[in-house]
């Protein structure tokens, strides 16, 4: 018999796309505004909404929305910041844009999230804030980084690019409750999508009143912040920004997007759960946790092997097989530019090298077919063989 030959490739990750989402986006095509119109607010509306917080920017993505965070909690020159060295590169970047330093503490071997103890041991004179990131959706360990922020008066901008969604302690990422500013992005294979972009949350109305004017290029034209008032075009510019604006035609799709994330996370869960079924009793794997007091969002499923070799090979082999997998990420430490502008060097970070060498990311996202995880799981156990 012959046998039928699978021509899709499974990708780690894609986004969901409905005819309501197109809908969204060609009435906007249609309307008066591409850019600046009503969708933006919409948009923000929705998101604060949907986390609890009180305020939000919308932006063109989630590094923009990163560097934003930092310019409004005014990193500059000599300050320190720490992060998880397991992250995109973004989440250090950022600091690096406002002329900062990056510090990073190694990650808690379970959940692959900056590990405070870690946190703690790296605090100086010169720490200004921390960025814990919510690797693969599963909060880090808010009550422990807010305590360490509170006693060393540290901001807390939570790096949320892979959470929308997630729940910690009952409480919806982004709403707020651990920090002052969170960070979302929109790119595609992230919960929701807008094509680019991002968001920063905050219930601070000083940082949202700074974020909107970073946002264009440092202007304003709100009355109390202008010197003088030469009449009904005058604007200023009180700081240096960006152009970091996020569209109506993206906003339109992130309403719609949204709508349904409730239902993309369930989706997401319920492939998890077939992953984790399939693949528990394999002793040759560390499959993600979910700890007791969070609702983790499911970004991405990341095992570990526990024999490293086997990555390398196994990565190769499910590539031949039409499998898409990933590995999130190469610790930034490891990273020419860090090495040689600020002196990292491997062997500093032990667990997030060790995870590095044994993770590999397998396909998950919401519209994959239980017989398509099904599908991944025999492949990965066949191309072990
Ligand atoms: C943890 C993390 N931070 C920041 C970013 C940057 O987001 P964007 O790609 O929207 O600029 C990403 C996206 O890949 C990310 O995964």
Same mark, same amino acid.
């Given at each position: 018999?012959?046998?039928?030959?699978?021509?899709?490739?499974?990708?780690?990750?894609?986004?969901?796309?409905?005819?309501?989402?197109?809908?969204?986006?060609?009435?906007?095509?249609?309307?008066?505004?591409?850019?600046?119109?009503?969708?933006?607010?919409?948009?923000?509306?929705?998101?604060?909404?949907?986390?609890? +917080?009180?305020?939000?920017? +919308?932006?063109?993505?989630?590094?923009?929305?990163?560097?934003? +965070?930092?310019?409004? +909690?005014?990193?500059?020159?000599?300050?320190?910041?720490?992060?998880?060295?397991?992250? $995109?590169?973004?989440?250090?970047?950022?600091?690096?844009?406002?002329?900062?330093?990056?510090?990073?503490?190694?990650?808690?071997?379970?959940?692959?999230?900056?590990?405070?103890?870690?946190?703690?041991?790296?605090?100086?004179?010169?720490?200004?804030?921390?960025?814990?990131?919510?690797?693969?959706?599963?909060?880090?360990?808010?009550?422990?980084?807010?305590?360490?922020?509170?006693?060393?008066?540290?901001?807390?901008?939570?790096?949320?690019?892979?959470?929308?969604?997630?729940?910690?302690?009952?409480?919806?990422?982004?709403?707020?409750?651990?920090?002052?500013?969170?960070?979302?992005? $929109?790119?595609?294979?992230?919960?929701?999508?807008?094509?680019?972009?991002?968001?920063?949350?905050?219930?601070?109305?000083?940082?949202?009143?700074?974020?909107?004017? &970073?946002?264009?290029?440092?202007?304003?034209?709100?009355?109390?912040?202008?010197?003088?008032?030469?009449?009904?075009?005058?604007?200023?510019?009180?700081?240096?920004?960006?152009?970091?604006?996020?569209?109506?035609?993206?906003?339109?799709?992130?309403?719609? *997007?949204?709508?349904?994330?409730?239902?993309?996370?369930? *989706?997401?869960?319920?492939?998890?759960?077939?992953?984790?079924?399939?693949?528990?009793?394999?002793?040759?794997?560390?499959?993600?946790?979910?700890?007791?007091?969070?609702?983790?969002?499911?970004?991405?499923?990341?095992i570990q092997f526990k024999d490293a070799a086997l990555r390398d090979r196994t990565f190769q082999a499910l590539l031949?097989?039409?499998?898409?997998?990933?590995?999130?990420?190469?610790?930034?430490?490891?990273?020419?530019?860090? *090495?040689?502008?600020?002196?990292?060097?491997?062997?500093?970070?032990? &667990?997030?090298? *060790?995870?590095?060498?044994?993770?590999?990311?397998?396909?998950?996202?919401?519209?994959?077919?239980?017989?398509?995880?099904?599908?991944?799981?025999?492949?990965?156990?066949?191309?072990?063989?």
């Amino acid at each position: 018999m012959v046998k039928m030959m699978r021509k899709r490739k499974i990708s780690y990750g894609r986004q969901t796309i409905t005819k309501d989402d197109i809908k969204a986006v060609t009435d906007v095509l249609r309307s008066d505004w591409l850019s600046q119109g009503p969708k933006i607010r919409e948009f923000e509306e929705a998101l604060c909404r949907y986390t609890g +917080a009180k305020y939000a920017v +919308a932006v063109s993505n989630g590094t923009a929305a990163l560097h934003m +965070a930092c310019l409004a +909690a005014g990193i500059a020159p000599g300050d320190e910041v720490i992060t998880s060295p397991v992250t $995109f590169l973004a989440s250090a970047n950022c600091v690096v844009y406002c002329g900062g330093t990056p510090v990073f503490a190694d990650i808690d071997e379970e959940t692959v999230n900056i590990d405070p103890a870690a946190i703690e041991k790296k605090i100086s004179a010169r720490t200004k804030a921390l960025i814990p990131v919510h690797f693969a959706g599963h909060p880090a360990d808010m009550a422990a980084i807010r305590r360490i922020a509170r006693k060393r008066k540290l901001l807390v901008i939570e790096d949320a690019c892979h959470a929308l969604g997630a729940e910690y302690r009952g409480k919806k990422i982004g709403g707020g409750a651990y920090s002052d500013m969170t960070v979302f992005s $929109f790119h595609p294979v992230k919960n929701i999508t807008t094509g680019e972009g991002g968001a920063i949350l905050t219930n601070r109305k000083d940082l949202y009143e700074r974020l909107q004017i &970073f946002r264009t290029h440092g202007m304003t034209k709100t009355p109390r912040l202008l010197t003088r008032n030469d009449g009904p075009w005058y604007y200023e510019m009180p700081v240096l920004g960006y152009n970091y604006r996020i569209t109506d035609l993206q906003c339109a799709l992130g309403v719609s *997007q949204l709508r349904k994330l409730d239902r993309f996370l369930d *989706q997401r869960r319920t492939h998890v759960e077939t992953y984790h079924a399939l693949l528990a009793q394999d002793s040759r794997f560390i499959l993600p946790v979910e700890k007791k007091d969070v609702k983790a969002a499911w970004h991405i499923f990341v095992i570990q092997f526990k024999d490293a070799a086997l990555r390398d090979r196994t990565f190769q082999a499910l590539l031949r097989e039409g499998i898409l997998p990933q590995v999130h990420y190469i610790p930034i430490h490891l990273q020419p530019y860090y *090495q040689k502008r600020f002196g990292y060097r491997r062997g500093q970070f032990p &667990f997030a090298e *060790q995870y590095y060498e044994r993770a590999m990311t397998l396909p998950l996202y919401p519209q994959l077919r239980k017989c398509d995880v099904r599908h991944v799981v025999q492949t990965l156990i066949k191309v072990l063989a």
